[in-house]
DNA sequence: TGACATTAGTTCGAGACTCATACTTAATAG
DNA sequence: CTATTAAGTATGAGTCTCGAACTAATGTCA
């Protein structure tokens, strides 16, 4: 009765030994990536002041990476007195990682590669594993040749998570056979395994590397859609909590709204901010998906001021949520994504008045809210990104 | 106007580098230090197995410990065929770190062994910072020998401390100057910085390393005084967010009371369980202490039952409030400390039905509800061991 | 125009570390 | 008393980082 979702062969013919020379040399070429990522093409130099190794040690690794052809020189940049430096730039045609996502009706694929950009990005409707292994065989098909290696693939899906990232404990919105799914994957990237993780986990991880939360180490992501679900980053990292299912904000008991919740209790927070409780508020019908129906009644918003009000009423229930995340984690930024995202400050505005109320004390610095941009394949685009952390935190190196 | 609390000498002489093999070194004596903590005296063989190191490096390792006089050989455990392992111990006697509470009307000290056993653990009441230091000067003096070095100090007060481990931001409770506390501790330890941390996140350390939660990855702990506070721990680490402001719990909406808040607003969850709250629904005075109080109340608990019934509808909203936290962030184990722990099953009983019923899914279980049995000194011990953690996880190496 | 200053990057040797292997040591089993 | 078993130690190879010396490439200024 446990969903299972496993890739077929178990190589794990990486080495994680951390404690020998070579894990030092593991961990210092994470450096040197990461460095690239964040300052983008640099010279040998100026990575050796930003990671603090020595130069010549920068130079190996460099090299190293260059005989991957991970990174490759770029022309150099005169004006200055004495010798110019030679930029080294990760290539983006090298290694790439696969981000899935398969939800309710949709499914999407992100394919990113080693220096962050993002190589194809695709969105089809549908939620059978079939309609995924199309999406990603046809994402791999066209933009990774022969000469590019694929890193890793990860899968998004909206439930619970186990701590493995390899096992599904609940997501009673998919209605998907396990099996056939493990065997989709498994043809797809035989010889890999493919790892598993919570949309909302993933979206936040993509919000705080790419996105709205770029820059930041603490960050929160609520998405809203028919369910409220959020993630959590702290120092860059996710909170998984200890099985695995840190985040599920949507049934916590917020505000003293008495709504009946879909799970049969009341209070809960979804019960007050997701989607129906939104439209009941605004008095609109559900169209197609989320998103179009938010853009609708924000264009509505625009000329009726009884929508305004309704929109003002969920927002307060919104910031009134964040007020208690934002007290229990302290987010330097709330990223707002699903149908938050199009209502923008219409929901925001409000929400940010309930916060600015409900904050602990003087000392505390209300969170920003923004909006998310990245759309519908953000939590793909967070999963792809995921496969790259292990790397970019060099604890195990790049395929050969 | 900003309480800033820094020791004189700023030596920082500890080398941190963790990109040479002397980094390596360091980490893994950091292993074989975790190690014998987690399995108490072994054998290098046993050592070397449960890190993974190789025999000889386990074998170096602790001949340098040795000559650091760090752990010790203990006798032989014959018995089994072959060549006896001769086990090595950590040592109680040569590395100790101080752990230190300065609170509104108590100060605390603990001395805490390399082994983890605590040497000392003090307390007396005031809050000045004569009396901490007074209390600290005689702790040192009592347990900390010629031939014993003092690892490192770490403070816990009950405020927002800053990100930096250094300074207050916050502390509304406090009366201390903090110019005089910053020259009581400089004279103190001198040449040594002393680190700050927020009691709740102090004493969720202790218990996850030596009370109710130890031996779990992800503890929550909830201290209940006059205020109510919150120390997260997920992967062994302390959840400290963007300002340094995770857990500050007390002032979270939760359920459907409107009851006012010494804050000036309502539905704080303390005002619904906060001393005050629990001593207007059993009907009962406040006493000396927040501990002496509740005992008094939990003694009359057992005869009558309208104390019973108001301790039930704390408890209620204890569960409430936990519920959310456990949806945000699924901990294995959650501790209550301060004035729950002498009421024990009396509160948290209905707490636990309450959370069985506002849980998310089937999927989810109801993390564990404990008391605490750390008592006053919990905040002072999670103190010192926090000066330990640097050493265990590898990144400083012991002092010379 | 040419010596000089300046900065980038490489070479090289020293030093530290881990590791596998072979070896020594110390016990029990028969 | 010998064989067996397991713990711990020496040894040498291999990898890595680092600092210093060195080479390389450019602008500056007399």
């Known amino acids: 009765m446990r969903p299972h979702l496993r890739a077929v062969t178990d190589a794990e013919g990486l080495r994680r030994s951390t404690s020998g020379t070579e894990g030092l040399r593991r961990a210092n070429t994470g450096a040197v990536l990461r460095a690239l990522r964040e300052l983008g093409p640099s010279t ?22 260059e005989a991957a052809r991970a990174v490759a020189e770029e022309g150099s940049r005169p004006g200055v007195r004495g010798r110019p430096g030679r930029p080294v730039a990760l290539r983006g045609d090298r290694f790439v ?30 939620g059978t594993s079939d309609d995924l292994r199309d999406l990603a065989r046809s994402a791999l098909d066209e933009h990774v040749g022969p000469d590019c290696t694929l890193v890793g693939t990860t899968l998004a899906v909206p439930g ?12 009673p919105n998919l209605r998907v056979e396990w099996g056939e799914l493990a065997d989709a994957l498994g043809s797809l990237v035989p010889d890999q395994q493919v790892e598993v993780s919570n949309d909302a986990n993933c979206a936040a991880y993509a919000e705080s590397h790419h996105g709205a939360a770029r820059g930041t180490s603490h960050a929160l992501y609520v998405t809203g859609t028919v369910g409220i679900g959020a993630g959590i980053v702290q120092d860059g990292e996710l909170v998984r909590g200890g099985a695995g ?52 009644v924000a264009e509505r918003a625009r000329t009726d001021a009884d929508v305004r009000a ?90 050969a």
């Open 44 to 65: 040998r130099s100026e990575l050796a002041a930003h990671t603090g190794l020595a130069k010549a040690t920068v130079g190996a690794i460099v090299a190293d990476l």
């Open 97 to 126: 990682s696969l981000g899935l996502e398969l939800n309710v009706d949709y499914v999407s694929a992100v394919v990113l590669d080693l220096a962050g950009g993002v190589v194809s990005s695709t969105s089809r409707s549908g």
């Open 160 to 171: 619970l998570v186990r701590g493995d990232n390899r096992t599904v404990a609940w997501a």
């Open 245 to 296: 299912f840190a985040g599920e904000v949507g049934h916590m008991t917020v505000g003293d709204s008495s709504a009946l919740c879909g799970c049969g209790r009341r209070g809960c927070w979804e019960a007050a901010i997701g989607l129906h409780a939104m439209l009941a508020a605004v008095g609109m019908p559900e169209l197609d998906t989320p998103l179009l129906t938010a853009e609708s």
């Open 310 to 399: 309704g929109l003002e009423r969920v927002g307060r229930d919104v910031g009134l949520g964040i007020a208690v995340l934002s007290t229990v984690l302290d987010p330097q930024v709330v990223v707002m994504g699903g149908y938050f995202a199009p209502l923008g400050d219409l929901v925001l505005d409000p929400a940010r008045r309930t916060l600015d109320e409900r904050l602990v004390s003087t000392a505390q610095v209300r969170p920003e809210l923004r909006t998310s941009t990245l759309g519908i394949e953000a939590a793909a685009l967070g999963a792809a990104e995921q496969s790259f952390g292990p790397v970019l935190a060099g604890e195990i190196d790049l395929p």
